[in-house]
């Protein structure tokens, strides 16, 4: 992975300063390489401390609907937030912001292949290596 837009720094300072989630992953076509600015979107994927309820919820749609907005603005930047402790639980379904709404989603086996490749990594926390499963 070479380019990152800057809306995933924006996007990873703001979730650090909330002090719960840990991770920041990059998945999808920017972790296998195949990104083209412009053309794809931006699939992540966080990883809280925690359950994410209708709190977090809230503030994380603000946040999102910010970032839309501003430094995201026509990138379809996604991001699943996964309470860690349920990472192996691939049923479960995640708090998931994509197309400017909150929806509630499964971690995709497109995403956990996606961390396999040379080229998958984290923007913050540790490396994808660490949450396979």
């Not at 809306?7 to 083209?36: C, E, I, K, P, Q």
């Not at 026509?74 to 912001?97: E, F």
């Not at 497109?110 to 080229?119: F, M, N």
Request: proline share 5%; with cysteine.
């Amino acid at each position: 992975m070479t380019y990152v837009p800057p809306a995933v720094r924006h996007l990873a300072d703001r979730l650090g300063g909330l002090g719960w989630v840990t991770d920041l992953l990059v998945a999808g076509s920017l972790a296998t390489g195949d990104y083209v600015p412009g053309v794809s979107d931006l699939d992540l994927v966080a990883l809280t401390g925690g359950p994410v309820g209708a709190a977090r919820q809230e503030m994380l749609s603000g946040l999102h609907r910010e970032l839309d907005r501003g430094a995201a603005h026509g990138l379809d930047l996604g991001c699943v937030y996964v309470d860690a402790g349920r990472l192996a639980d691939l049923g479960a379904l995640h708090p998931t912001w994509t197309h400017g709404s909150l929806v509630q989603r499964s971690l995709s086996g497109v995403t956990l292949a996606s961390w396999s490749g040379t080229g998958s990594r984290s923007w913050a926390g540790r490396p994808p290596s660490c949450c396979r499963v």
